[in-house]
């Protein structure tokens, strides 16, 4: 059983920078061997891929729409992701999720599908003004 409880959201103008946070409460061994995503849903769409990170970070994975502006990287002695996020913009507002997942020899062919993952946290509320 794996716990995560995000962190970092709020209210950020146009051109600001956060850093979100998921700490995950599990044995420090399934941690470190889950592949590791976030994911965003905006009001009134569907629940869509930010970025995934491989069990040792050695491999990371983007959203075309974030490319260049966010970066996830991971602590496997805190059991923490992060997620940070520059640049942002009104399109970025969303609730943010991050998410674990069994990270099989093809996790590159599917960590961007969300019914990959089996563990979800509560998710973080970011805002960007214009």
């Known amino acids: 059983q794996v716990q995560l409880v995000e962190s970092g959201g709020g209210l950020v103008q146009a051109g600001g920078s956060l850093r979100l946070s998921c700490a995950a409460s599990?044995?420090?061994?399934?941690?470190?061997?889950?592949?590791m995503g976030w994911f965003r849903q905006a009001p009134g769409k569907d629940r869509e891929f930010v970025a995934a990170?491989?069990?040792?970070?050695?491999?990371?994975y983007y959203a075309e729409s974030v490319e260049g502006r966010f970066t996830i990287s991971r602590d496997n002695a805190k059991r923490t992701v992060y997620l940070q996020m520059n640049n942002l913009n009104p399109e970025d507002t969303a609730v943010y999720y991050c998410?674990?997942?069994?990270?099989?020899?093809?996790?590159?062919?599917?960590?961007?599908?969300?019914?990959?993952?089996?563990?979800w946290g509560q998710g973080t509320q970011v805002t960007v003004s214009s």
């Open positions: 599990t044995s420090g061994r399934t941690f470190s061997s889950s592949g």
């Open positions: 990170i491989s069990w040792n970070g050695g491999r990371t």
């Open positions: 998410a674990a997942g069994t990270e099989y020899s093809t996790w590159s062919s599917y960590n961007r599908d969300a019914a990959r993952y089996d563990y």
